[in-house]
T-cell receptor, first 115, second 117 residues
Framework: SQQGEEDPQALSIQEGENATMNCSYKTSINNLQWYRQNSGRGLVHLILIRSNEREKHSGRLRVTLDTSKKSSSLLITASRAADTASYFCATDASYSGAGSYQLTFGKGTKLSVIP | DAGVIQSPRHEVTEMGQEVTLRCKPISGHDYLFWYRQTMMRGLELLIYFNNNVPIDDSGMPEDRFSAKMPNASFSTLKIQPSEPRDSAVYFC???????????????FGPGTRLTVL
C-alpha cells in the first residue's frame, strides 16, 4: 500500500520561481526522504529528515516535517530548467523507535521548469 | 565507485519466455532492493536482502518471480514465464550499513526497461 502521497501530481513553473511539493503519509515514521528521478533514470537521494527534526536545508532545497499532521514539504528555490524531474517522498516504518531499511515511495510530483 | 550497475538496460521478450535481470550493488553496501515501476502502480518494492539473505519478499507478485543473491556483489531477478503485464522498469538499489553517514539512503541503478510482447 502507498505510504507517502505527493501533491500536486504535476507542477509547471517558470525558471526562477519557487516550487513547493507536499507529501502526506499514514503511519509513524523514523525518517522521511526525498528523491528525484530524471526521465529514464534511476532515483537519486536528495535529503533525509528525521522524525525529531522540523526543518532541514540543503543548497536550494528546504524540507519541512510536521509529524502531528503526518506531512512534509519540499521547497526548491530559484528553480532552474535542470530541476525538471519527478520528485518522490519515501518513508520508512518506525518499529519501537527503531527505523526500518524498507522504504515506501509515493507516486511522485512531476515538476516542469520552463526556461 | 561506479554506482549500482544493472543489466541489461533494455529487454524485449515474448510472452512465456524466461527473463533474468542482473544487479551489482555498490561495494560495501549490505542491503539490496528490487523495485518495479509502472505508471499505474508507481514504485513497488518487490524484495530486499541484507547480507545476501532475503528479508522480505512479500512484494513479489507471484511465484513466477524469484530473486537470488549468491554473494555480496551480485543479485538476479528472474521472471519465468513472463507475461505482458510484467512490462515495467525494474530498479535495483543498495544501502550502506549504519555508521557510514548515509543511513537508510538508497542508491539506485539506472533500471532495466522490460517489454513483454
Amino acid at each position: 500500500s502507498q505510504q507517502g502521497e505527493e501533491d500536486p501530481q504535476a507542477l509547471s513553473i517558470q525558471e526562477g520561481e519557487n516550487a513547493t511539493m507536499n507529501c502526506s503519509y499514514k503511519t509513524s515514521i523514523n525518517n522521511l526522504q526525498w528523491y528525484r528521478q530524471n526521465s529514464g533514470r534511476g532515483l537519486v537521494h536528495l535529503i533525509l529528515i528525521r522524525s525529531n527534526e522540523r526543518e532541514k536545508h540543503s543548497g536550494r532545497l528546504r524540507v519541512t516535517l510536521d509529524t502531528s499532521k503526518k506531512s512534509s514539504s519540499l521547497l526548491i528555490t530559484a528553480s532552474r530548467a535542470a530541476d525538471t524531474a519527478s520528485y518522490f517522498c519515501a518513508t520508512d516504518a518506525s518499529y519501537s523507535g527503531a527505523g526500518s531499511y524498507q522504504l515506501t515511495f509515493g507516486k511522485g510530483t512531476k515538476l516542469s521548469v520552463i526556461p | 565507485d561506479a554506482g549500482v550497475i544493472q543489466s541489461p538496460r533494455h529487454e524485449v521478450t515474448e510472452m512465456g519466455q524466461e527473463v533474468t535481470l542482473r544487479c551489482k550493488p555498490i561495494s560495501g553496501h549490505d542491503y539490496l532492493f528490487w523495485y518495479r515501476q509502472t505508471m499505474m502502480r508507481g514504485l513497488e518494492l518487490l524484495i530486499y536482502f541484507n547480507n545476501n539473505v532475503p528479508i522480505d519478499d512479500s512484494g513479489m507478485p507471484e511465484d513466477r518471480f524469484s530473486a537470488k543473491m549468491p554473494n555480496a556483489s551480485f543479485s538476479t531477478l528472474k521472471i519465468q514465464p513472463s507475461e505482458p503485464r510484467d512490462s515495467a522498469v525494474y530498479f535495483c538499489a543498495s544501502s550502506p550499513p549504519p555508521g557510514t553517514g548515509h543511513y537508510n539512503e538508497q542508491f539506485f541503478g539506472p533500471g532495466t526497461r522490460l517489454t513483454v510482447l
